[in-house]
């Protein structure tokens, strides 16, 4: 899996359709791949009051 970046709305969407989890041992997985969930801002991180609170996330695969 590489590296995408997705919208909010498709962020939930993966999670109500169960395309992506959260495993309590694993973390988040996508597709069988645990991955990060990075929140991309479009404002200065200081200025950030909720860090659940972005436009965008990048979904990153995690190298075992």
């Avoid at 989890?21 to 200025?47: C, F, M, N, R, S």
């Amino acid at each position: 899996m590489e590296e995408q970046i997705v919208s909010k709305d498709e962020l939930v969407e993966m999670f109500s359709l169960g395309v992506l989890e959260d495993d309590k041992y694993k973390g988040w997985v996508l597709y069988g791949q645990e991955i990060q969930i990075i929140a991309l801002h479009e404002t200065d991180p200081k200025y950030v009051q909720d860090v659940t609170n972005a436009n965008y996330y990048k979904l990153v695969p995690i190298k075992n």
